[in-house]
T-cell receptor
Framework: DVKVTQSSRYLVKRTGEKVFLECVQD?????MFWYRQDPGLGLRLIYFSYDVKMKEKGDIPEGYSVSREKKERFSLILESASTNQTSMYLC?????????????FGSGTRLTVV | QKEVEQDPGPLSVPEGAIVSLNCTYS??????FMWYRQYSRKGPELLMY????GNKEDGRFTAQVDKSSKYISLFIRDSQPSDSATYLC?????????FGGGTRVLVKP
């Protein structure tokens, strides 16, 4: 069964900490994405990557960075965590340049910043 | 105005009823249309996708796309309590999806 695996289901971090969220996919997908999901705001795209070492800003990149050193791994970094970054973070992957193949999502990381 | 609008619900129906969900959108360039199901504390999973206007059926699920009206629908027949979830529509012009906010559905036994 193909999978997108997010390293942590729940995280609690302190304000100002540097936070790393890891995502690994085993489907050889080219494209990987990081979203955050908040009640009333839906899914919002933070960053995405179409290839190794490539990254593009999504709709809400401020306060975040990403790293993709290997095809299967896409990391989201919160440079200095703040309470407004408390959210559910979802990683997804897809292949090719055709949107109809859809995304495969991980189970999410619920991050609380205190 | 959001590119994709979806009523947040909740939509509560008795078991066995037809669930009707819909989304409207403003970007006429969208070509691919999808529905995702998300259970509580889980990531979304792809349920159905369509490319063109018309209907697509898969078991108890039917997806409809009306590009002229910029309107898509998902119907769930013979709904079950296990269908209780949040349903998100999504659409794209290529490989980046734009999601609706999701509709929470409750199917009561």
């Amino acid at each position: 069964d193909v999978k997108v695996t997010q390293s942590s289901r729940y995280l609690v971090k302190r304000t100002g900490e540097k936070v790393f969220l890891e995502c690994v996919q085993d489907m050889d997908h080219e494209n990987m994405f990081w979203y955050r999901q908040d009640p009333g705001l839906g899914l919002r795209l933070i960053y995405f990557s179409y290839d190794v070492k490539m990254k593009e800003k999504g709709d809400i990149p401020e306060g975040y960075s990403v790293s993709r050193e290997k095809k299967e791994r896409f990391s989201l970094i919160l440079e200095s965590a703040s309470t407004n970054q408390t959210s559910m973070y979802l990683c997804a992957s897809s292949w090719g340049d055709r949107g109809d193949y859809g995304y495969t999502f991980g189970s999410g990381t619920r991050l609380t910043v205190v | 105005q959001k590119e994709v609008e979806q009523d947040p619900g909740p939509l509560s129906v008795p078991e066995g009823a037809i669930v009707s969900l819909n989304c409207t959108y403003s970007n006429s360039a969208f070509q691919y249309f999808m529905w995702y199901r998300q259970y509580s504390r889980k990531g979304p999973e792809l349920l159905m996708y369509t490319y063109s206007s018309g209907n697509k059926e898969d078991g108890r699920f039917t997806a409809q796309v009306d590009k002229s009206s910029k309107y898509i629908s998902l119907f769930i027949r013979d709904s079950q309590p296990s269908d209780s979830a949040t349903y998100l529509c999504a659409m794209s012009t290529g490989n980046k999806l734009t999601f609706g906010g999701g509709t929470r559905v409750l199917v009561k036994p």
